[in-house]
Nanobody, 121 residues
Framework: QVQLVESGGGLVQPGGSLRLSCTASGSIFSIYGMGWYRQAPGKERELVAVISSVGSTVYADSVKGRFTISRDNAKNTVYLQMNSLKPEDTAVYYC???????????????WGQGTQVTVSS
């Protein structure tokens, strides 16, 4: 069974930084794209950043220049470095990965449980 486990959320003041991590575990054959999404209260889930298996990245306009997504393929882990945080970045952040489990020919999208990020003074 494949699982994604996130860590690194918390409370930070405006202008501060946080680093989120997400590790995939279980019987994994291959991991393709990985990414971060977020959902604020009363709003729909939105893309924050995604990274391909070879390192190509896409960012939401609202986080360009402030957030950096990266991955360590040897550790099955994706990171989100968040700098210059603003109150409007407050949300539950979810990790997503496109994974082919071992012994399965197709691939599926998996989600983490979410980690709360609160930006407030």
């Amino acid at each position: 069974q494949v699982q994604l486990v996130e860590s690194g959320g918390g409370l930070v003041q405006p202008g501060g930084s946080l680093r989120l991590s997400c590790t995939a575990s279980g019987s994994i054959f291959s991991i393709y794209g990985m990414g971060w999404y977020r959902q604020a209260p009363g709003k729909e889930r939105e893309l924050v950043a995604v990274i391909s298996s070879v390192g190509s990245t896409v960012y939401a306009d609202s986080v360009k220049g402030r957030f950096t997504i990266s991955r360590d393929n040897a550790k099955n882990t994706v990171y989100l470095q968040m700098n210059s945080l603003k109150p409007e970045d407050t949300a539950v952040y979810y990790c997503n990965a496109d994974i082919s489990p071992a012994g399965v020919s197709n691939r599926n999208a998996y989600w983490g449980q979410g980690t709360q990020v609160t930006v407030s003074s």
